[in-house]
């Protein structure tokens, strides 16, 4: 019998919840956000995450290139830190996004993520269309055990 869209996106391993991402989000999840290659995370989402994680010398030292993510982990999650553009002020490429996602999702696979939560990555200061940033975590994350909840207020 053929599956109705809805059951079909049903058994999708993506969802989005309204929610504060650091609240809302279960606790053994892990996280997931996009920076620039100089680290500063100055503004937006990465202000947070730079004041509750800390760890910018032991991301420095993964020496990450746009197109690649770096992680840190805390209380036995993984927080990771997608490297989309190289300084603070420049906009992601679509590759370079596309590039960094699914750097994302070979890491979840290698770690073993179940869970991961993230905010709508790329669609606020880095002015990604919404739509699109969902397309690429969805076709990324497809077919993996990684249940992705993307998270927006
Ligand atoms: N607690 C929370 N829970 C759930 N959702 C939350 C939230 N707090 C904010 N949001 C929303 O989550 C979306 C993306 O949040 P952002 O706009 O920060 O991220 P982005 O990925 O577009 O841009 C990244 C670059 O911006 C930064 O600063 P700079 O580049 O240094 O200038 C970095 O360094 C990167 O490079 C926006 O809708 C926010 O409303």
Same mark, same amino acid.
């Given at each position: 019998? @053929?599956?109705?869209?809805?059951?079909?996106?049903?058994? @999708? %391993?993506?969802?989005?919840?309204?929610?504060?991402?650091?609240?809302? @989000?279960?606790?053994? %999840? &892990?996280?997931?956000? *996009?920076?620039?290659? =100089?680290?500063?995370?100055?503004?937006?989402?990465?202000?947070?995450?730079? &004041?509750?994680?800390?760890?910018?010398?032991?991301?420095?030292?993964? &020496?990450?290139?746009?197109?690649?993510?770096?992680?840190?982990?805390?209380?036995?999650?993984?927080?990771?830190?997608?490297?989309?553009?190289?300084?603070?002020?420049?906009?992601?490429?679509?590759?370079?996004?596309?590039?960094?996602?699914?750097?994302?999702?070979?890491? *979840?696979?290698?770690?073993?993520?179940?869970?991961? @939560?993230?905010?709508?990555?790329?669609?606020?200061?880095?002015?990604? =269309?919404? =739509?699109?940033?969902?397309?690429?975590?969805?076709?990324?994350?497809?077919? &993996?055990?990684?249940?992705?909840?993307?998270?927006?207020?």
């Amino acid at each position: 019998m @053929s599956s109705t869209s809805s059951e079909i996106h049903e058994r @999708s %391993n993506f969802e989005e919840l309204q929610g504060d991402l650091f609240i809302a @989000s279960p606790p053994t %999840n &892990s996280l997931a956000h *996009c920076i620039s290659a =100089d680290l500063k995370m100055e503004r937006g989402i990465a202000v947070l995450f730079k &004041s509750k994680f800390g760890g910018v010398s032991e991301l420095q030292e993964q &020496s990450k290139r746009v197109g690649e993510v770096a992680y840190l982990v805390r209380d036995g999650k993984y927080i990771f830190y997608l490297i989309t553009k190289e300084e603070y002020f420049h906009k992601p490429t679509h590759e370079d996004f596309e590039r960094a996602v699914s750097d994302l999702r070979r890491l *979840c696979d290698e770690l073993g993520v179940s869970g991961l @939560s993230m905010p709508r990555i790329g669609a606020g200061l880095d002015k990604l =269309d919404l =739509d699109y940033v969902k397309s690429v975590v969805r076709n990324a994350f497809d077919g &993996s055990n990684t249940k992705v909840t993307m998270f927006y207020l």
